[in-house]
């Protein structure tokens, strides 16, 4: 078996497309996620900010992952 992750996760910061409008599907789930954090997200991020503010805000919910 080998120890190389089929699909390893990349920085956000490094994405091609990391500073493009977030997508619907992030905005959902990011608005879901922020709800059960009592907390306000901004509609303006990029798909790299919105994907590290899902990452931080399933960790404080305790969803995913």
Known sequence: ???VEPNPEKDPDDWVTGDEPMTGPQ???L???AQEAGEEVPDDLTK???SQ???ELQDRTG???
């Open 63 to 65: 969803r995913g992952r």
């Open 31 to 33: 608005r879901t996620l």
């Open 48 to 50: 790299g900010e919105a």
């Open 1 to 3: 078996m080998s120890d």
């Open 53 to 55: 503010r899902i990452d």
């Open 27 to 29: 905005r959902s789930y």
